[in-house]
Every structure is written in C-alpha cells, then in structure tokens.
C-alpha cells in the first residue's frame, strides 16, 4: 500500500463548478499534512496547509480526519486557471520533515 | 521571503558524465534541504534530506556514490549525478526548509536529459 494515494484523475469540470478531491496516508504518526498544486514542468507550490479544524482560503477548503486518515481539498467556482495537479503531501513522521508526496489529482477546468 | 534557486534550469549530457546541481536558498537559511527526482506522470519521490554541515541522508534505493550530495552552508546545497546514464534523466527538484518555517520551499527544479 502506498504511504499517501489519490485519485490520479483527470477531473474534467465546467468552469463554475465545484470539485472535491480526497487523499488517505497510512501512516497514523503522520504530524502535518498540505495541498501543494504543480503545473506543468514546474516545481509544487504550497496551496494550503491542513488542520484537523478545517482551514479554508478562498474558494479552497481543506480538512483533515485524523481518525480516518483521510484530506480532503474542496475548490468551489472552478476557474480555467485552476488547471493543474493537486499534491497531498504528508510530513513530519518520525520527528522528521520529511514530505511523502501522493502521486497527484490533475484537474482541467472546461470552458 | 522564502525563495530557493536552482541552476541548471535544464542540461543535456552525455551518457558517462558528471552533471553538478546548485541548490541555493536566497532569503534564508536552510539547516535541511531536500532532493527529490520527478519521473514523468509520477510524483515527487525524496532521494535524500541534507543537514548543513553532515553528511547527507539517503532514501532506501538511492546510491550515495552515485548521486553525491554536499551541503557546505546554510544557503547551498549541491547534487552531483556520477556517470550520468539515460536512465537518471529526470526532473530534479531541491526543496529547503529552515527552522523559523513549518514547510519546505521548492527550487524550480533541473531538467536533466542524458543521451
């Protein structure tokens, strides 16, 4: 079993409309959890962090389910620019800083 | 604030060379830096955590002869691929992290290509 899994995707959607992708980790000492978004060829950059009392940016949403080990990303009014892939990364297992990257959601927004 | 270089942006080599990658943090100062490798249509997987002034930490499956790692300062870490193959062309990616901050910033990644 994989450390952290996604749905690879694609997601196709409309622009407007609300999409929701999800990530499980297995392992249950993980301490801290983000949303990273990576274009083409380009690096990850930081979305969000994620907090198990939900945490939202804008049309972003994140939340963390400890018990279940899950994260969740909730991206409502989807614009063209929204297209990329979606990273769930999990750190800090072993009092480490160590990032374990899923392998990514690609999102393309529709016109 | 929180920036990290990297150079090369891209090389394009030989099969039996060596290729150096620069790793720099321009606005702060890293005690870990990271080095990952992104194959196409796959994620990030860490190759090794390098802690200024120590030797580096390798992943299970990463040779540490082959991909050589010093991390002279706070602000610069470098990767040098050994006998470069075309199996090792891949986007490599350096990240750094420093104490005051809970998450790692990422270079802009080398795009390495051995013919």
């Known amino acids: 079993r994989k450390e952290v899994e996604q749905d690879p995707g694609p997601f196709n959607v409309p622009e407007g409309a609300t999409v929701a992708f999800n990530c499980t980790y297995s392992n249950s000492a993980s301490q801290s959890f983000f949303w990273y978004r990576q274009d083409c060829r380009k690096e990850p950059k930081l979305l969000m962090s994620?907090?198990?009392s939900g945490n939202e940016d804008g049309r972003f949403t994140a939340q963390l389910n400890r018990a279940s080990q899950y994260i969740s990303l909730l991206i409502r009014d989807s614009k063209l620019s929204d297209s990329a892939t979606y990273l769930c990364?999990?750190?800090?297992?072993?009092?480490?800083?160590?990032?374990?990257f899923g392998t990514g959601t690609r999102l393309k927004v529709l016109a | 604030g929180a920036v990290v270089s990297q150079h090369p942006s891209w090389v394009i080599c030989k099969s039996g060379t060596s290729v150096k990658i620069e790793c720099r943090s321009l606005d702060f100062q890293a005690t870990t830096m990271f080095w990952y490798r992104q194959f196409p249509k796959q994620s990030l997987m860490l190759m090794a955590t390098s802690n200024e002034g120590s030797k580096a930490t390798y992943e299970q499956g990463v040779e540490k002869d082959k991909f050589l790692i010093n991390h002279a300062s706070l602000t610069l870490s470098t990767l040098t691929v050994t006998s470069a193959h075309p199996e090792d062309s891949s986007f490599y990616i350096c990240?750094?992290?420093?104490?005051?901050?809970?998450?790692?910033?990422f270079g802009p990644g080398t795009r390495l290509t051995v013919l």
């Open positions: 990364v999990v750190g800090g297992t072993s009092g480490t800083y160590k990032y374990i």
């Open positions: 994620v907090y198990s």
């Open positions: 990240s750094a992290k420093a104490p005051s901050y809970n998450e790692q910033f």
